[in-house]
C-alpha cells in the first residue's frame, strides 16, 4: 500500500503518511492514487488543486466553503506549517474541537479534512509552500471563515502575533456563524460529499 494512516482526530481527521523511495539522489513517492485512497475510506473524486506560498509567521484561515462544500487533502511541498482544522458541524459532538500538527517538506504527512471542518495554518519556516487538492470547485460567494484567535475554540497557535490578511483578522467567531442558515448546510449528520463519491 502506498499509504497508511497514521492516526484519525475528531473522527473525521486522517493524517495520512506516503512511502517513500529515498536514495542517494534523492526521493521518489505517489502524492495521490485514487484507488489507495478510496482503500483508506476516501472515496470522492478531486475537481481543483491549490498551492500558497507564504512566509513565516503568516496565519490563514481558519477557512472552509458551505456553498459547494468541499473536503480537503493538505499537504505541504516546502518548509513547515503547523496545520489545524476545526469542527465548525452544528451538532457535532466534537464542535469546536481543533486538531493541530507539524506538516512538512521533511515529514510528508497529509491531512484529510471534510466538509464541516474550518483550515488553517501557520508558517514555521523562513518560507513554506502548502499544496492541496478539493472536492469542489472554489465558489466565493460560498465561503466562511472563522476567527483564528476565537476564544471559544482557541487553537494554541505557535506565535500570538501573525501576520493576518484583513479578511480573516475580522472573520465572525464560530458562534456567529452557528446562527446562520449557511450553517445547517454543514450541520453534523449529513454527507455533502455524496454526489462526489466513486466506485474504485
Given amino acids: 500500500m502506498p499509504f497508511e494512516i497514521e492516526s484519525v482526530h475528531l473522527d473525521e481527521i486522517k493524517v495520512i503518511v506516503p512511502r517513500t523511495f529515498p536514495d542517494q539522489r534523492g526521493f521518489f513517492m505517489e502524492s495521490y492514487r485514487k484507488d489507495a485512497f478510496a482503500a483508506l475510506g476516501i472515496p470522492y473524486e478531486f475537481v481543483q488543486d491549490n498551492h500558497s506560498r507564504s512566509v513565516r509567521g503568516v496565519v490563514r484561515g481558519l477557512h472552509f ?38 506538516v512538512s517538506d521533511e515529514n510528508k504527512r497529509m491531512i484529510w479534512a471534510p466538509p ?22 472554489y465558489n466565493p460567494k460560498g465561503e466562511g471563515g472563522i476567527r483564528w484567535d476565537d476564544p471559544a475554540i482557541g487553537v494554541e497557535w505557535p506565535t500570538d502575533q501573525p501576520i ?28 455533502p460529499l455524496a454526489e462526489t463519491r466513486y466506485s474504485a
Avoid: H, N
Fill in 65 to 102: 466553503q458551505w456553498d459547494r462544500p468541499l473536503a480537503k487533502l493538505m499537504r505541504v511541498t516546502v518548509g513547515s506549517v503547523f496545520l489545524v482544522a476545526v469542527d465548525i458541524r452544528k451538532g457535532s459532538p466534537t464542535l469546536g474541537q481543533w486538531y493541530g500538527c507539524e
Fill in 116 to 137: 464541516g471542518f474550518a483550515r488553517g495554518f501557520c508558517v514555521l519556516s523562513d518560507v513554506a509552500e502548502l499544496q492541496y487538492k478539493c472536492t469542489a470547485l
Fill in 164 to 191: 493576518l490578511s484583513e479578511k480573516d483578522a475580522k472573520a465572525p467567531l464560530l458562534e456567529e456563524w452557528l446562527q446562520t442558515e449557511a450553517a445547517d448546510v454543514l450541520a453534523y449528520g449529513r454527507d
